[in-house]
């Protein structure tokens, strides 16, 4: 096949792809989309290129889509930089005034703009706030529990400045939607009492996507998605199911969490959520755009 043949059949396999498109398009135009973004993903600058590119598309095809953005990795790389020591409690970073400082400039400043900037660039109107603009994300202080397995006494952790999202308030989030910018939180919330709380992007992601009452949320990982017992991907899974998976260990660590936030935001008005492989290229355009998807959809 000459080059010019190769050149004619590529084109035409596009434009199979974009009409292939449309129908998915049609269906979600008007629609708000959280998207949890956050992992290794952010750490590639391709991927990071990509990512932003296809947000900018799924803006111009009509959708509405809501940034929240985690940065655990570069969190602990400025700590670590800065010298300060952290420790976790079951996955969670406990988190002093000085390591609360560090979250804070990484995730508001740093990961935030540069994610808002690079959307612009790509051609989008990204703004970049926290969920302590407006008053957004309302927080409370997280408390966790560990059981002593020798005394069976139950023993509270103190986390430190962690929280967890009480109330979300729209009207930040609404105002940029309806003007036509594209928002882009940091997961940090404000108490009543005016302290700042770390909060987990996941559960921010889901509280948010509850709230705007979106019509997905896609919480973007590490992972192919949920993996039953022979690491095969679950395309599909019900609450029932997961109940299942857990019980049984096939489901555990990190993942555990993630389906916790598809459930609460599907029992609370989001229509459906999605763990997507957030390591793919294109893997959000995939998910909306495609029969297939690219990840677990959990109803």
Partial sequence: MSKDKRVVKDWLNNADILTGALPYMQKYNGSIIVIKYGGNAMADIALVESFCNDIVFLKQSGLKPVIVHGGGPQIGSMLERLGIKTKFESGIRITDESTLEVVEMVLAGRINKNIASKINSAGGKAVGISGKDGSMIIAEKLTNRKSDNESNIEKI????????????????????????????????????????????????????????????????TDVEGVLD???NLVEEINEEKIKEMIDSGEVSGGMIPKLNTCLDSTSNGVEAAVIVDGRVKHAVLLELFTDHGAGTLVR
């Fill in 157 to 220: 952790i103190d986390l430190g400045y962690v929280g967890f999202p009480k109330k979300i308030n729209n009207g930040i989030i609404e105002t940029l939607i309806n003007n036509d910018f594209i928002p882009i939180i940091a997961p940090l919330g404000i108490g009543v009492d005016g302290k700042t709380y770390n909060i987990n992007a996941d559960t921010a992601a889901g509280a948010i996507a509850s709230s705007l009452k979106s019509k997905r949320l896609l919480i973007l």
């Fill in 229 to 231: 017992s022979e690491k």
